[in-house]
């Protein structure tokens, strides 16, 4: 049977560490959904579908794509995502026990609404400090976000696309 794990995120942008995630999933699952999930609580720097076309570049990029499809999730609850595609698990990076704080109460309510798990993994440290948050607040004061981000969202950052938003 085909193993399936959901990665979810608001990933506005994707960053290098989310990239480390993305693999980290692909390393233990067959299949991996990469999914874009708009997060009210957060104000928006991209709009989703431009998110999701910069993870696939990105993914594609660094090597990874192959077994993992990118999605964005509107319509309701992640863990009703889950359930529709048959997802195993759902996999959150843990950069700090901050991370720990933030997603063990999502993990318990996507238990408790889908008996669907959230394994999580260990990024690898050199990204322990980058957030998107990080990169949105360093790309709106006219800093260079490259060492946080993939080529592709830097490139993105730097076009004219981008500046005359
Ligand atoms: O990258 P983020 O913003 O930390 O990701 C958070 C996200 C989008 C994964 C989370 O907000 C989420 O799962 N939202 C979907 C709505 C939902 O299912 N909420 C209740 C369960 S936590």
């Known amino acids: 049977m085909t193993s399936l794990a959901v990665v979810p ?3 506005d942008p994707v960053t290098l560490g989310h990239l480390d995630v993305v693999e980290r999933a692909r390393n ?3 299949e991996v959904h990469v999914v874009v999930v708009h997060n009210p ?3 928006a720097l991209l ?3 431009r998110r999701v076309e910069l993870i696939e570049q ?3 990029d660094a090597g990874i794509s192959d077994r993992v499809s990118v999605t964005s999730w509107s319509v309701g609850l992640l863990a009703d995502y889950c359930q529709e595609v048959g997802a195993n698990a759902i996999v959150k990076g843990i950069r700090t026990e901050v991370d720990v704080t933030y997603e063990t109460p999502m993990a318990i309510v996507n238990r408790d609404l889908a008996g669907i798990e959230t394994v999580f993994v260990l990024p690898n ?3 322990s400090h980058v957030s998107s948050s990080l990169v949105r607040q360093v790309a709106a004061l006219g800093g260079d976000v490259s060492p946080y981000v993939p080529s592709a969202v830097s490139a993105f950052m730097n076009s004219a696309d981008y500046s005359e938003r």
């Open 58 to 60: 990105s993914l594609a």
């Open 41 to 43: 609580a957060k104000s």
């Open 47 to 49: 709009p989703v579908a």
């Open 28 to 30: 233990l699952f067959d």
């Open 9 to 11: 995120g608001s990933f």
């Open 125 to 127: 440290p050199a990204h």
